[in-house]
């Protein structure tokens, strides 16, 4: 590993916006609150919702495919397309 290498922006929390601080308190609260498998979808939620924020904020383009596809990757997300709104989903930023 070389001398100069960092993490990622998006696992340090001293480098977290606003809003990624606030989904990472949330699945805190949530993980804190019990044991059901309703708790842990939720989780899986919040998480994948931190990941959108974050690769807003990392300028990760936007799936301009249109098949539910990570434009990066090619991995299809874990939560269904019909789980996410049209107010849930980040601009293209170009």
């Given at each position: ?64 495919a ?13 939560v269904p ?9 980040a601009?293209?930023?170009?």
């Amino acid at each position: 590993m070389s001398d100069n290498w960092e993490p990622p922006r998006r696992i340090r929390l001293d480098r977290l916006t606003p809003a990624e601080m606030a989904i990472h308190d949330a699945v805190q609260a949530v993980e804190h609150a019990g044991c059901d498998v309703r708790l842990t979808n939720a989780v899986v939620l919040l998480q994948q919702a931190r990941e959108e924020v974050a690769d807003f904020v990392d300028g990760v383009p936007a799936d301009t495919a249109g098949d539910g596809r990570c434009a990066m990757c090619g991995q299809v997300p874990l939560v269904p397309a019909w789980h996410l709104s049209d107010s849930m989903t980040a601009p293209v930023v170009k």
